[in-house]
C-alpha cells in the first residue's frame, strides 16, 4: 500500500470535536496531524493497538526490522495523554528500575528525529528542580547517590547555585538537583512525527478506527476485529493507555490500573527563565520552542472514585499511602463511563465504548490556572504578564509499583503489552516501543525486559511502595 503524507503534517490543528471529548473552545492541545492510509490491510505481521508515543514507536521499530505492521489508533495520533504531559525526557529522579531504558531512550531522543527528517521538538536543555523542604532535598540526594552507578550525569545544588540557576527568582531555596544532560520535547509534534517515520518505513496508520476485539486459532491471537474491519495477524501489542486494563480483561487478562486525572495549560510567550524544564514545590514550567511555557501546578492530581479503582485497591493501597497528600479524590461520572467504567463483555459487532470516546479528555479543571499564574508571578516577577492559551486535562494510566508493563502475556500467545507508563511514559515511550518491537521480534532487547515483565502483576510479586516519579 503506498504511503499517504500530509503536506501540513506539523501545522498543528485542534483535534476534531468528537463525541465523549471536551476539547473545545481554548480546551485541548494542538496537535501535529497524520493523515490515516485509505484502508485496512487483510492481513499483518503485526498489530499495535494505541497510537501514543509508546505505540507510534512500536509501530516505527516492528516496521525498521521488516515487519509488516498496522497502527490502530480510536482517535488521533496523540490525541490522549502523549499530547497531554509536560514534555519533559528524563533520567533524573526516575525510578531506578527504569534508568537503563531510560537512558536508551535519550539516545533515541537525539537520533529519531534525523533518522525520520522530522522536528519532535526535543532539545538537551537540562531539568533544574529547586525546593525550600529539606526532606525533600534528602530525597532527591539519595536518589543521586543511588543512580550513581548508571552515569546519568545528575548532582546536587547548594542554595546558591540553585539560586544561580533561577536568576531573576527571589526563591529562598535551600537547594536542589539538576541533569544537564536531561531535556524535553514537544508533546504535540513527537507521537506525530514518530508516526510518519514508520508509515515511510512500511507501516500503515488507521485513525478514527477502534479495536473491538481479537480473535483466537488454537487459543493464540490470530484476528484484530475492528469498526471497519477485520485484519488477520499472529501478534497484537495493546499499548492502549487508560483503556487497556478494559481490553485486557474483556479478553480474560488481569491488568491492575488505576487512572489520576491532571490538568496542565500553556500559556502566552513570556520571558526565558528556564530554557528546559524547572520544578518549584508550587508549580513545573516547562519552555516551549515558540517562547510560551506548559504549566503544572503542584498538588495536581484528581483521584476519580471507580469501580475498576475499587477492584484494584488492594493492590495500588501502598501507592494511594505514598501518593496520598498530592491527591484530591472525588466521586464524578467517570465511575460509570470512560476508561474506567463498569464494563464486561460487549459485543464485536456493534459500537463500543471505544467508538463513543475517540479522545478521552475530561474536563479541565479551570479553577488551577489563576493561582498557577500568581505563584508563577510571584516567583517570576518577568512572567507576571502570562495568560493561559490553552487548558487541557488527561487521564493518567498506572500501576501498582508505577512502572510499565513493556510484555508478552502468556496467557494469551501473540498478545503484548505495553503500557501503564505512570505519568512519565512520554520520555521513556520510544524506548518503551523499542523494547516492545524487540519482543516481539523475538530479538536480542535493548534492555533487560524483567523489571517489565507482566507477570510481576498477578504472580504475588512484592510489588512494594513506588520509587521516584
Known amino acids: 500500500m503506498s504511503a499517504i503524507v500530509s503536506e501540513t503534517a506539523f501545522s498543528p490543528t485542534p483535534p476534531r470535536e468528537v463525541q465523549g471529548s471536551a476539547t473545545k473552545g481554548d480546551e485541548g492541545p494542538l496537535i501535529a496531524p497524520v493523515t490515516s492510509d485509505p484502508s485496512l490491510p487483510k492481513q499483518v505481521d503485526a498489530v499495535v493497538l494505541g497510537g501514543g508515543i509508546a505505540g507510534v514507536a512500536a509501530a516505527y521499530f516492528l516496521a525498521q526490522k521488516g515487519i509488516s505492521v498496522a497502527l490502530l489508533e480510536k482517535g488521533q495520533i496523540a490525541g490522549e495523554q502523549s499530547s497531554r504531559n509536560w514534555g519533559w525526557c528524563r533520567q533524573q529522579n526516575r525510578d531506578l528500575r527504569e534508568l537503563p531504558l531510560m537512558k536508551e531512550g535519550m539516545e533515541l531522543w537525539d537520533t529519531l528525529p534525523r533518522a525520520v527528517g522530522r522536528d519532535f521538538g526535543f532539545r538537551r536543555t537540562g531539568l533544574v528542580y529547586v525546593t525550600k523542604d529539606p526532606k525533600q532535598l534528602a530525597s532527591w540526594e539519595n536518589w543521586v547517590t543511588q543512580a550513581s552507578p548508571y552515569q546519568v550525569g545528575s548532582r546536587m545544588l547548594t542554595a546558591a547555585e540553585a539560586r544561580d540557576m533561577t536568576p531573576g527568582n527571589p526563591g529562598e531555596w535551600i537547594g536542589g538537583v ?157 465511575f460509570f463511563d470512560g476508561p474506567e467504567a463498569p464494563i464486561g463483555k460487549w459485543s464485536f459487532d456493534s459500537a463500543t465504548i ?68 505512570s505519568g512519565h511514559g512520554f520520555g521513556i515511550g520510544p524506548a518503551g516501543g523499542r523494547l516492545a518491537a524487540d519482543l516481539m521480534a523475538g530479538d536480542t532487547p535493548i534492555v533487560d525486559p524483567t523489571p517489565f515483565r507482566y507477570s510481576r502483576m498477578v504472580d504475588g510479586t512484592d510489588l512494594g511502595r513506588p520509587g521516584m516519579m
Not at 230 to 241: K, P, Q, S
Request: charged share 20%; net charge positive; hydrophobic share 45%.
Open 178 to 334: 539538576f541533569s544537564a544532560r536531561d531535556g524535553r520535547a514537544e508533546p504535540a509534534l513527537a507521537a506525530p512525527a514518530l508516526a510518519e517515520g514508520a508509515r515511510a518505513l512500511g507501516a500503515t496508520i488507521h485513525q478514527n478506527c477502534a479495536v473491538r476485539g481479537l480473535d483466537t486459532t488454537g487459543g493464540r491471537v490470530s484476528v484484530v476485529i475492528t469498526e471497519k474491519g477485520r485484519i488477520n495477524t499472529g501478534m497484537v501489542l495493546c499499548a492502549a493507555g487508560a483503556w487497556a486494563s478494559m481490553f485486557c480483561r474483556r479478553h480474560g487478562i488481569d491488568f491492575p490500573q488505576a487512572g489520576i486525572r491532571s490538568t496542565v495549560f500553556s500559556t502566552t510567550p513570556g520571558a526565558a527563565v528556564a530554557e528546559g524544564g524547572l520544578y518549584t514545590p508550587d508549580f513545573t514550567l516547562t519552555r516551549r520552542l515558540d517562547g510560551s511555557y506548559i504549566v503544572a501546578a503542584q498538588d495536581r492530581g484528581r483521584l476519580d472514585v471507580t469501580l475498576q479503582g475499587l477492584r484494584y485497591a488492594r493492590q495500588f493501597w501502598p501507592m494511594f499511602q505514598e501518593r496520598r497528600s498530592d491527591l484530591k479524590i472525588r466521586a464524578s461520572r467517570t
Open 354 to 421: 471505544f467508538e463513543r470516546h475517540r479522545v478521552f479528555a475530561p474536563p479541565a479543571d479551570r479553577s488551577v490556572v489563576a493561582p498557577a499564574l500568581r505563584r508563577v508571578a510571584a516567583t517570576y516577577p518577568q512572567l507576571a504578564g502570562l495568560r493561559m492559551a490553552r487548558i487541557w486535562s488527561g487521564w493518567i494510566d498506572c500501576t501498582p509499583d508505577a512502572i510499565p508493563v513493556i510484555s508478552p502475556v502468556e496467557a494469551l500467545p501473540g498478545f503484548f503489552l505495553a503500557a501503564g507508563f
